[in-house]
């Protein structure tokens, strides 16, 4: 018998985050969803998952100043992103032209997850006729994004909303979009190429278009 797809097969494990359907309960990096995204900042919740425990005060401020300081675009990217605006083209497809775009600096996590903002920013700037905002490197990670839309230090209450929201997608096991980057990392390739085959996945309609039906849904009940 032929089973359909990878049912019933295990094709990894992990120690990153757990998703019980069932139950309704995520636990990333072995604490529950509920009790870290309303705690931790994004800094905290990223240095998690790739150390394994929380961060001390002295490695926090470290992480925070580096992923502060590779923040800027290349000009090569922000032409790509300006080309992208012009011509309409989809954002998801934008990110992934422009995310390719971060190897000609690094190809390095960090400087994946300092640039990406910056570029979705960017993108949504661009898309509006405004010009884009370089970002601070006195705001965290969260505030850094807000600010990067509207020239507005963010409040609070707002860069806490976006926080919580950040830590509640940051790692949801292996999906589909993850299962694409651990191919493409298993085959010798770099993490750039990784994250930008991830995002081809995540734009499907039933893995990152998902959540619009569902909360069209939620809204109409």
Not at 30 to 37: F, H, Q
Not at 60 to 89: D, K, M, N, Q, Y
Not at 143 to 172: I, S
Not at 188 to 200: E, Q, R
């Amino acid at each position: 018998m032929v089973k359909s797809g990878l049912e019933g097969i295990v094709a990894a494990t992990t120690r990153l985050s757990d998703v019980d359907g069932e139950r309704g309960e995520l636990t990333i990096a072995g604490y529950d969803v509920a009790e870290l995204a309303a705690q931790a900042t994004f800094e905290e919740t990223t240095w998690l998952l790739w150390h394994g425990a929380l961060p001390s005060g002295r490695q926090l401020t470290g992480f925070r100043s580096e992923l502060a300081a590779r923040r800027g675009l290349p000009p090569a990217t922000v032409a790509l992103l300006r080309e992208c605006a012009t011509a309409r083209i989809d954002p998801m497809d934008a990110l992934g032209i422009a995310a390719g775009t971060i190897s000609m600096v690094s190809d390095d996590a960090c400087a994946i997850v300092a640039q990406c903002p910056t570029i979705v920013a960017t993108l949504w700037r661009l898309r509006r006729g405004g010009d884009p905002i370089a970002p601070r490197s006195d705001l965290g990670h969260a505030a850094n994004f807000l600010y990067m839309l509207d020239g507005q230090p963010p409040d609070a209450e707002r860069t806490r909303g976006l926080e919580t929201y950040l830590n509640t997608v940051v790692d949801h096991g292996l999906n589909a979009s993850t299962f694409t980057a651990r191919v493409i990392t298993s085959t010798g390739s770099d993490l750039v190429s990784a994250v930008v085959g991830a995002l081809g996945a995540l734009k499907g309609p039933l893995h990152g278009g998902a959540p619009g039906p569902a909360l069209d849904l939620v809204f109409e009940i």
